[in-house]
């Protein structure tokens, strides 16, 4: 099948899409908050026009995922990106994630990927590691006060600001001179309205307090770490910067001026620098 359901062992569960020739090397997407597997379509269609079977799920409570209520932390989130590749049974993966997506990929490969032999490198695009929160261990994170914040906005109204968010800081298009794209932010507004309001809540708590430090040092396979300078929601000093120096075998690339969604808006550049690591 080119899409289905699996079910985990806590009864959720959980859409995933696999396409391209099984007997090539799988590259699997993780998702950003509060979006779906379609966020990557870009890079989807770009990797299996290049002969890779190319998989992405939609996290639990995102997408066409179960609206479940329970298990929105980052142990959950790797247990099930690890069920659909047990599932599937990838081997010689390269995992890809963005932003929360990036935390679950160094969660995925340091509890399951690595110990089960099956993942060969990973990336981390405008990823939440190693930790957002400001905190006295910390102190170049962001105070609590902006994720609090996000969760006021999102309790108060969550679809217009799943509209306020798309259009302004996430793609860079509040920036002087930026193309907005209506189409882009309504696609963004589409898949954020799809999942559950209460995984959405929590999940800001899960994507900006979770510590990944003992992650990252963990991670063995070489691991491309990428972040655009100009990211407005997860400032790149206090994450690819910190990444890549716990990594063992990191490499940082920025991209001066890039937004957090860069992997739409810079999709020709990003594409082809991800090639370029998976074939290397």
Do not use: C
Request: glycine share 12%.
């Amino acid at each position: 099948m080119s899409s289905g359901f699996i079910t985990t062992k806590d009864g959720v569960e959980i859409f995933y899409k696999d396409w391209g020739p099984k007997s090539a090397q799988p590259i699997m997407f993780h998702h950003g908050w509060p979006l779906s597997s379609d966020d990557w379509d870009a890079q989807m269609l770009f990797f299996l026009s290049h002969g890779h079977r190319v998989v992405a799920h939609d996290r639990r409570g995102h997408g066409r995922s179960s609206q479940v209520d329970t298990g929105n932390d980052m142990d959950h989130y790797a247990a099930d990106a690890s069920a659909v590749v047990e599932h599937l049974d990838l081997k010689n993966s390269v995992h890809i994630g963005h932003s929360t997506g990036g935390g679950e990929v160094a969660r995925y490969v340091a509890k399951f990927g690595q110990p089960q032999g099956r993942v060969a490198k990973a990336v981390l695009v405008s990823a939440v590691p190693p930790l957002m929160l400001k905190t006295a261990s910390n102190p170049g994170g962001l105070p609590i006060e902006v994720f609090d914040g996000l969760r006021k906005a999102l309790a108060a109204n969550r679809a217009q600001f799943f509209l306020d968010l798309p259009s302004g800081p996430f793609y860079g298009f509040n920036r002087e001179g930026a193309t907005v794209s209506q189409g882009v932010v309504q696609n963004w507004w589409r898949q954020g309205m799809m999942g559950g309001a209460q995984a959405h809540y929590a999940g800001i708590k899960t994507f900006s307090e979770t510590d990944q430090t003992q992650d990252l040092k963990a991670i063995t396979v070489p691991t491309l770490v990428l972040h655009g300078e100009d990211d407005q929601i997860v400032p790149y000093q206090d994450a690819g910067v910190l990444s890549v120096k716990l990594l063992k075998n990191g490499t940082l690339k920025l991209y001066p001026g890039y937004p957090h969604g860069m992997l739409t808006t810079h999709a020709d550049v990003i594409n082809q620098d991800l090639l370029a690591f998976v074939k290397g």
